[in-house]
Nanobody, 124 residues
């Protein structure tokens, strides 16, 4: 059974930094795109950053462009989110998402899997 396990959330002061990690555990199934979403108080869940397996295509939300950096280590099935110059508006539960292939009848069908979420709070 595939699981996405996130870590690295916590409390940080405005202007500070945090790094989130998310590792996919399962049967060694292929992983395509990976990314991070967040949901702040009273807000809908929204995309923060996404990266394809090859890392050739990376997308950021306008609100984090230039402050956050997404990266991945395919050998470890892990995606990271380096968050710099954090501000209180970044306070949210951050969720990892990954498109993971499931083999059926000799071919893979990719499904979207979500982590349980990790809280990031930016406050003085």
């Amino acid at each position: 059974q595939v699981q996405l396990v996130e870590s690295g959330g916590g409390l940080v002061q405005p202007g500070g930094s945090l790094t989130l990690s998310c590792t996919a555990s399962g049967n060694g199934d292929p992983i395509d795109a990976m990314g991070w979403y967040r949901q702040g108080p009273g807000n809908k869940r929204s995309m923060v950053a996404e990266v394809t397996r090859s890392t050739r295509n990376i997308e950021y939300a306008d609100s984090v462009e230039g402050r956050f950096t997404i990266s991945r280590d395919n050998a470890k099935d892990t995606v990271y989110l380096q968050m710099d110059r954090l501000n209180p508006e970044d306070t949210a539960v951050y969720y990892c998402v990954a498109d993971i292939g499931v083999c059926t009848s000799g071919s893979y069908t990719f499904y979207e899997y979500w982590g349980q979420g990790t809280q990031v709070t930016v406050s003085s």
